[in-house]
């Protein structure tokens, strides 16, 4: 057998390894359209990893969420900008965080100055819900673009998570501090009084104050009943928990839609605030053997392999590296 051949062979068997993998782990939503083989896209040899603005933006991105920085260190909005500049290579930071501080005095100036924490959110309210028109997008809910926070800035739309990062940055300002709360479905955030008491703020429904019943039946809405409410729902989340969060809302996205290129770069993302994430490593592997990546797809599996080496298809997946490796021979 030939040197062309024996490569097409192999390339045959990891391509059907990669697409029994991506069903068997549901990469892709069960029940969407997407479910066909990743490897049927992408150039089959092409391996060049281009010195661009992308890496320079990973690095800059893995600094910003750095394991050794606490979680309360992180700048949350330059984080979100930054990941952002993948997409939109030429946004100004400075130019979103003087729009933020702008927002922030407007709201001071309504709220006389006082320091009533409750009265300063009403202002944060009027002042972005009413005065500037940020809104949920009910309409194109899973339009990529709710998910970068420099179009939901300029557009006055967004998701839960993204409209409440905006209440966030505007708060924090203001000087009344509120927290997320990861409720699955429904990111809402948190706001303590001076007595203790917890009050609940919907972004996405214009920032009304919710009582804790009123988020349960929230959730309701979302899950129909199906998901029984818990307590751990109601916790407060971390910044790299919400960048996480954010993040999965493109990679989902962009899987859906078959875009596996910026799938890709979403997931180097997530990788970078969790470089130990088994699920999230091998993903990437499969993802960059779809885009010809044959060299960092196999790095990526032998990661996986050395930090989940108990796991079910970790042998497989030692397999997938060593065709991959051949391939590679084969081809010089």
Known sequence: ??????????????????????????????????????????????????????????????????PELQDEEIDLLKAALTYARAEYPDLEMENYDRFLGSLAERALRKSGDRCESLTALSAVKQVLFEEEGFRGNRDDYYDPRNSYLNQVLDRRTGIPITLSLVYMEVAKRVGVPVFGVGMPGHFLLKHYDVDGQQRFI????????????????????????QL????????????????????????????????????????DFI???????????????????????????????????????EASDADEMRQTALSIRRTIAMMN
């Open 1 to 66: 057998m030939g040197k062309k051949q024996q490569c097409e062979n192999t390339g045959a068997e990891i391509k059907w390894r990669c697409r029994e993998t991506l069903t068997r782990t549901q990469i892709l939503d069960e029940g969407s359209t997407v479910g066909h083989d990743l490897a049927e896209i992408g150039s089959f040899g092409a391996e060049s990893e281009s010195k661009s603005v992308m890496s320079t933006t990973i690095e800059q991105f893995t600094a910003l969420v750095a």
């Open 202 to 225: 919907d972004a996405f429904h214009g920032g009304r104050l919710l009582t804790t019943a009123e988020t349960q039946l929230r959730m309701k809405e979302v899950y129909e009943g």
């Open 228 to 267: 029984p409410m818990q307590p751990e729902f109601m916790n407060t989340v971390g910044k790299r928990q919400i960048l996480t969060r954010m993040l999965n809302n493109l990679r989902s996205i962009y899987i859906s839609s078959r875009n596996f290129k910026k799938a890709l770069r979403t997931v």
């Open 271 to 309: 990788v970078a605030i969790h470089p130990r994430s088994p699920e999230d490593i091998r993903q990437r592997a499969l993802l960059r053997y779809n885009e010809g990546m044959l060299r960092a797809a196999a790095e990526d599996l032998d990661e996986y392999v050395r930090i989940a080496p």
